[in-house]
């Protein structure tokens, strides 16, 4: 099958990139490497800041599009799927869509059924978007809505949806949100980890338990990353000699996993449900995820055994109280490490995934 990837977010397209050739497929990835993240990929499509940003990129797209057709599948990560308007992005679309034989959306994170469905429809206990019935009403949230509803966006994300051949949803989350529009061609497929190859699994107590927290440059409040912060600053205060806390912010994909390497645990979105992929990654490591673990995770994977994810509720309290349990209860780390590996390999390594959109590609093509 011969397959064309556009875009990337957290390294999504990259492992299905590898994957896919891993078994025997024709792969190309054209992406800006999720900006400073600075993933892998086969073209390169970053922006150059500014005006004249746009337009070489524009042209360079346009150059490009000769070389993007003839393919079994098209699959973009989100609509917005260049660094372009919205507005620009029409024909392009239009293009890849007539040139190729099928098309697929990806369901993966920000956009129109995320932002607008969250925000009004509310399926979800709490999102990014809202508390309950309670919008939520941080300057992250209020920005989105802004750049999502009632916009060129908005439209372009309708149309792609409509007409799309497929879309797949890598988070319960997503899958809900497409459902109640696209019922009949949202399909849900876990998020992709290549696994370590040479990995630790005789754990130990740890002496201090390392805590790791990324910051994703200017989305801390929208991700909750600024109360997990806080809970952990807190429980470092009175544990002093019990904790450590590694802090990273805005540093490509390499520098993040080598410093990320070694950790107990991960704190990542205190507003999801799920683990999403750099929580993935380090559960893989046998990295202690403490963010979204709720029981409609477990569900959609069909999981009946394994509970390894420390599930926290959206306010400083829970992510407080979860971690002074295992300060106070440092036996239950090597358990949790070990189911943390076995979770990620039973259901998101990143061959077994690659099938999963084989078979789902297979069925519309």
């Not at 609509?79 to 040139?99: D, G, T, V």
């Not at 309670?134 to 439209?155: C, F, Q, S």
């Not at 993040?256 to 490591?285: F, V």
């Not at 477990?298 to 959206?314: A, F, H, M």
Request: aromatic share 12%; charged share 25%; glycine share 6%.
């Amino acid at each position: 099958m011969k397959i064309l990837l556009i875009g990337e977010y957290s390294n999504v397209h990259a492992t299905l990139a590898r994957g896919f050739h891993q078994i025997g497929h024709e792969v190309t990835l054209v992406s800006n490497g999720d900006f400073w993240k600075n993933y892998p990929r086969d073209i390169d499509v970053s922006r150059q800041p500014g005006k004249w940003g746009g337009i070489k990129l524009m042209a360079k797209i346009y150059s490009l599009l000769p070389k993007l057709r003839g393919y079994d599948i098209v699959q973009v990560i989100n609509p917005m799927f260049f660094e372009l308007r919205a507005e620009r992005i029409f024909p392009i679309y239009k293009y890849l869509k007539n040139s190729n034989k099928r098309f697929v959306l990806g369901a993966m994170g920000m956009d129109w059924y995320w932002v607008h469905t969250n925000t009004y429809r509310k399926p979800l206990r709490y999102s990014d978007f809202n508390i309950g019935d309670e919008v939520r009403k941080n300057a992250d949230a209020v920005k989105e809505r802004k750049d999502w509803i009632g916009t060129a966006k908005e439209r372009l994300n309708k149309l792609i949806a409509s007409e799309s051949d497929a879309i797949v949803a890598g988070l319960y989350e997503y899958k809900v949100c497409y459902d109640m529009y696209f019922p009949e061609k949202t399909t849900f497929i876990p998020f992709p980890i290549e696994l370590t190859k040479q990995i630790n699994h005789d754990f130990k107590i740890p002496e201090k338990i390392k805590i790791f927290i990324g910051i994703s440059k200017n989305r801390s409040e929208y991700k909750g990353t600024d109360i997990m912060m806080m809970a952990a600053e807190k429980i470092k205060d009175k544990y002093p000699n019990r904790i450590k806390l590694i802090k990273v912010e805005g540093v490509p994909f390499a520098k993040y996993e080598q410093l990320m390497n070694g950790s107990d645990l991960i704190l990542d979105q205190l507003y999801s449900y799920t683990p999403s992929m750099n929580p993935l990654l380090a559960m893989s490591k046998g990295i202690i995820c403490v963010g979204g673990g709720e029981n409609e995770n477990y569900q959609i994977i069909n999981e009946k055994k394994l509970r390894p994810i420390i599930n926290v509720q959206p306010n400083y309290n829970s992510v407080y109280e979860e971690l002074e349990k295992i300060v106070l209860h440092p036996e239950i780390i090597p358990k949790l490490k070990s189911e943390s590996i076995e979770y990620v390999k039973r259901h998101h390594d990143y061959i077994k995934v690659s099938k999963q959109y084989i078979d789902m590609y297979e069925k519309i093509l």
